[in-house]
């Protein structure tokens, strides 16, 4: 056992002791090693001219104006793109207009200075108002039984 | 070629550092290239660390304080560049669900420089399947036949440690062409 050993105590028929195994199987491009002189040169010039940390410092922020620049160019481009741009304008319209007003106040804006008249005592108030709202009482009458509308429905009415 | 002593003491004189350099590029130019060369399995990838390393070597020369043999000091820059940019290369190829050793065999079975035989070109596929700091490991021990306390100082790693990871290493691989070959 021991002649079949050799100096690390591997066994000598060992596959991985062919002695070939141990030359290198790559070659190079022609001439390379004496390229790579200049090569490492031009690249520590490269290196320690580019190396400015004013440069630097602006790099930075130029990337990240740019990232953010990119990010909200997506966020806005695909508001846009579903529509949700729109809405959510409306909704910030009608936000900002509950965030200062009470709904009485809410309704006067969006009506505009048109009252709203619920009772019949509340049309006396507004002797300026159009005819068509002083409608009696024979005219809705004809006006349901000219609509041909059933009974169920005015039943519901009541 | 100068003893690396005597390139640090070139380096030592006023206004000889750039010439102290180039002596240590034309030096370990060649061995530094092979080293990265079977860890990458690429001319492209090889020459490009090859020019990073010497580019950090020379930036991180004023501050050797010889604490070590200068040749493992150098090794030790080009192995963990090659160790840091094959870390990068496996998380990016997790991120893109591919896997690393399997781009590196297709590289090395596609690659025009490769000149072996079927038995190197398999002992080169049983390398690539090792851990990367396992096969600095035994690319050192193996194929340059460097000694245990070199390789130490180059992966500061034990000598007992190493010993253990380049003997499971070569079973592995001797599993591996037997399996294949025999």
Redesign the interface.
Known sequence: MSEKRNMNG?EKD???H?E???E??????DN??AS??D??HR??HK?ETGSNPVLAFFKTSIALASLFGIVFGFGYGAMYLTGTLDQEEETVTYASLEGDSSIDELITKIMGNSPIIETAEEIEEYPNMPDTLSINKEQIEQYLIDSNISISTLASLE | MPEDKDILEIYKQEGKQEYAFNLLVRKYSERLYWHIRKLTCSHDDANDLLQSTLVKIWQNLPTFREESKLYTWIYRIATNETLTFLKRKRLSSFLSLSDYDSVLENKLQSDKYFNGDKLQLALQKAIIKLPDKQRAVFNLRYFQQMKYEDISEIMNTSVGALKASYHHAYHKIKAELENEFE
């Open positions: 591997l060992d596959i991985l062919k070939y195994l141990r290198n199987p790559y070659t190079l491009p390379y090693f790579v002189e090569a490492v690249r520590i290196e």
